[in-house]
């Protein structure tokens, strides 16, 4: 059948709009909802983990090397994520990534000691970065062609508001109810994905690489919104460990 052009002016007639495919469906919706939960579990702790850990003697430095060992783990990790694509599939990867944020979550109730909050973000960023790397690849693999923009542009957004309400929500959690209450919260929230990744598609080798290699003129174009991000997240990082701790004394003067 040939689809004919319309003009600004017209309008669909009711056979045609029958023919749009819809952007929210059940499958996506679950996607949405098992990816996430582990961001709400990462923005809970982002700014609280830090607190904790320099309140127990670590100092300011311990808060900055806890949330510096916690990006680096993830940005060292989303490299090999789309080999372990490959080889696993996006539905048990993200059961291993949920399993990662809960389970050093819990481990937190021990101690808020430097060397087992370091082992502990270490831990989380490789869930973390599984968890960034293919949120958006499952979304663009469950929606078709037609409306995959709208439902990447939505997820996006919705991703947004994780940061938004979990980072100070935590802060908020901690000084009001305690820190036991906070992991408790934060482990029951990461292990809710269980009951929806179900809906993840079961695709091994999906990640496999089909394109050209990147040229060094590409590369050379990559460089100034690549940097400008990297700045971007350092000063981010930066302000949501110490805001919290502006004001409170610190339990070392190391």
């Known amino acids: 059948a040939t689809v004919e052009a319309t003009s600004p002016g017209s309008t669909l007639d009711p056979g045609d709009r029958r023919q749009i495919a819809p952007l929210i469906t059940p499958t996506l919706v679950g996607v949405f909802v098992?990816?996430?939960?582990?961001?709400?579990n990462f923005y809970l702790l982002l700014s609280t983990l830090p607190a904790l850990v320099s309140s127990n003697g670590a100092g300011y430095s311990?808060?900055?090397?806890?949330?510096?060992?916690?990006?680096?783990?993830?940005?060292?990790?989303?490299?090999?994520?789309?080999?372990?694509?490959s080889r696993w599939g996006y539905r048990r990867l993200t059961q291993v990534a949920l399993l990662l944020?809960?389970?050093?979550?819990?481990?937190?109730?021990?101690?808020?000691?430097?060397s087992l909050g370091l082992l502990v973000s270490v831990v989380r960023g490789v869930g973390l970065a599984i968890a960034f790397v293919i949120g958006?690849?499952?979304?663009?693999?469950?929606?078709?062609?037609?409306?995959?923009?709208?439902?990447l542009a939505l997820f996006g957004a919705l991703s947004g508001t994780a940061a938004i309400i979990c980072t100070p929500a935590g802060v908020w959690?901690?000084?009001?109810?305690?820190?036991d209450v906070l992991i408790g919260i934060?482990?029951?929230?990461?292990?809710?994905?269980?009951?929806?990744?179900?809906?993840?598609p079961v695709v091994v080798g999906g990640a496999r690489a089909t394109g050209r290699r990147l040229s060094i003129r590409s590369t050379r174009a990559l460089l100034a919104p690549a940097l400008s991000f990297a700045l971007t997240a350092i000063a981010a990082a930066i302000f949501i460990t110490f805001a919290p701790l502006i004001g409170v004394p610190s339990a070392s003067t190391g």
């Open 34 to 40: 098992t990816m996430y939960l582990p961001l709400c």
């Open 62 to 85: 311990g808060a900055g090397l806890t949330t510096g060992v916690l990006m680096a783990a993830t940005v060292i990790s989303e490299l090999a994520v789309p080999f372990w694509v």
């Open 101 to 114: 944020l809960a389970l050093p979550t819990l481990a937190l109730w021990l101690s808020f000691d430097m």
């Open 136 to 151: 958006s690849s499952i979304v663009a693999h469950v929606t078709v062609p037609s409306r995959r923009a709208e439902a």
């Open 173 to 179: 959690i901690a000084a009001r109810f305690g820190p």
């Open 186 to 200: 934060s482990t029951l929230v990461v292990l809710g994905g269980f009951a929806t990744v179900a809906q993840l």
